[in-house]
């Protein structure tokens, strides 16, 4: 069993785009494959590329999510041709919250954002359209604006990748470290544990129900395990 506390990747581009698609509006058009030549992590990444040569619109690249309950979202840009992305999250109302991160294109390296109070913006409409986010995270979408494109050609090239979802933080879980929770003899046995209290504690019993251990430690102390 994973570990419910750990990122959740939404978009890695390894091998291919799977799951996300380039949605042209207005007189835009853009593109959508891997790129294997650079990459924030591992060995690929999000290629787009976007041709506003024919007026204004912008281009969306979307992915339905599978009703993850997300406190953040995380990713990395790279581009010399934007100087700001537009990062769109839907909740399970149907409500969109659309957020602008400003990007240096000076900067010749990739550039990590993170998206951490998804309903900290006055632009959300559809679904319950009353400002407040209603988890779980439906759907997230990254827009170029035809006017964020710092070439007077209106050609862009970006790169995306390492998309990741931050999980809700449980009250307390208990996890399988260990494949399939068997240890041989002399073997500490331990599971995995997250949780936002300060400190627990546990009781360990034999197969009779007769406690064996008694114990209570600071969570810092623990290491994510007990």
Do not use: C
């Not at 790169?159 to 003899?185: K, M």
Request: proline share 4%; hydrophobic share 40%.
């Amino acid at each position: 069993t994973r570990d419910p506390a750990a990122p959740v990747s939404l978009g890695d581009f390894e091998s291919d785009t799977a799951g996300w698609a380039v949605y042209p509006s207005g007189a835009v058009t853009g593109d959508l494959s891997v790129s294997t030549s650079d990459a924030a992590t591992g060995n690929g990444s999000a290629q787009v590329t976007m041709d506003a040569t024919g007026g204004s619109g912008y281009l969306e690249i979307a992915s339905a999510i599978s009703s993850l309950d997300l406190a953040a979202v995380t990713f990395s840009v790279k581009s010399s041709d934007l100087t700001a992305i537009s990062v769109r999250v839907t909740d399970s109302t149907g409500q969109a919250f659309q957020h602008r991160v400003a990007l240096d294109p000076a900067e010749p390296g990739w550039q990590k954002a993170t998206i951490d109070d998804f309903d900290d913006t006055d632009r959300h409409w559809g679904g319950a359209d009353d400002g407040v986010w209603h988890g779980p995270v439906t759907k997230m979408a990254f827009l170029v604006d035809h006017f964020v494109l710092t070439d007077p050609t209106q050609i862009a090239s970006l790169q995306i990748d390492a998309i990741e979802g931050i999980p809700v933080p449980s009250d307390l879980a208990v996890y399988t470290s260990t494949l399939g929770n068997i240890f041989t003899t002399g073997q500490p046995v331990s599971v995995g544990l997250t949780t936002t209290a300060g400190d627990v504690s546990w009781t360990v019993t034999d197969e009779g129900g007769a406690s064996v251990e008694t114990a209570t430690s600071s969570v810092d102390s623990l290491g994510g395990s007990i």
